[in-house]
């Protein structure tokens, strides 16, 4: 089954604490993507890559960081100098970096900070 | 910068009504794609619109794109109560090749039975 996967779907962390959300494909595509949702926000983007070893801020990327260091991953860490981190983070993948790609997400992790 | 602005932020319709979202772009669009997030889910991908003045439909939902390439219509005929979520859409970065998509903050439609 070709597809794209996030877990956990729900996570709860201690204020003050890093958490790191996973993100994996095997659609083999080149770039990924971070957005976060909050209630009548839309899709804001925290960060993306296009290639390997490779990514660039979005709109909102501070407190945040990221890795790409295989083509299937783009883990997003949450840091403790996110303000708000809690809402929903959505992951998703295209075929390429053209804008004429579609993008298929993930099911989305909601991080709760108590 | 770029930007994608889409009207109203909520709609509440009764079963059987027309529903209708607008989009505009800042910036010409090389294309506009649409989404719909059923609650509790993620956005999967509708359609997408490349042509001036194009048209497509999907059964009820018929799409539009501007004649300028600045706009776009989402427009469900007689909607169910299947048709509940947010619809987004979004457009590519102007100028690049490569990059990301700008979305708009989507129209949030309740069905009432």
């Known amino acids: 089954d070709g597809g794209i996967t996030q877990s956990p779907k729900y996570l709860f962390r201690k204020e003050g604490q890093n958490v790191t959300l996973s993100c994996e494909q095997n659609?083999?595509?080149?770039?990924m993507y971070w957005y976060r949702q909050d209630p009548g926000q839309g899709l804001r983007l925290i960060y993306y890559?296009?290639?390997?070893?490779?990514?660039q801020k979005g709109d909102i990327a501070e407190g945040y960081s990221v890795s790409r260091e295989k083509k299937e991953s783009f883990p997003l860490t949450v840091t403790s100098a996110q303000k708000n981190p809690t809402a929903f983070y959505l992951c998703?993948?295209?075929?390429?970096?053209?804008?004429?790609?579609?993008?298929?997400f993930g099911p989305g992790t909601r991080l709760t900070v108590l | 910068g770029q930007q994608v602005m889409q009207i109203p932020q909520y709609q509440h319709v009764q079963e059987g009504e027309d529903f209708t979202t607008y989009c505009n772009s800042s910036?010409?669009?090389?294309?506009i794609q649409w989404y719909k997030q059923r609650p509790g889910g993620h956005p999967v991908f509708l359609i997408q619109l490349v042509k001036s003045g194009e048209v497509k439909k999907q059964k009820r939902l018929t799409f539009q794109f501007g004649e300028a390439k600045k706009n776009s219509s989402l427009h469900i005929t007689a909607t169910q109560t299947t048709d509940v979520g947010t619809y987004f859409c979004?457009?590519?970065?102007?100028?690049?090749?490569?990059?990301?998509?700008?979305f708009g903050r989507g129209t949030q439609l309740t069905v009432w039975p």
């Open positions: 890559s296009q290639i390997v070893n490779d990514f």
């Open positions: 998703a993948s295209q075929r390429s970096g053209a804008g004429a790609d579609t993008q298929y």
């Open positions: 659609l083999n595509h080149d770039a």
């Open positions: 910036t010409t669009l090389s294309n």
């Open positions: 979004a457009g590519p970065d102007r100028g690049s090749t490569l990059g990301r998509l700008y």
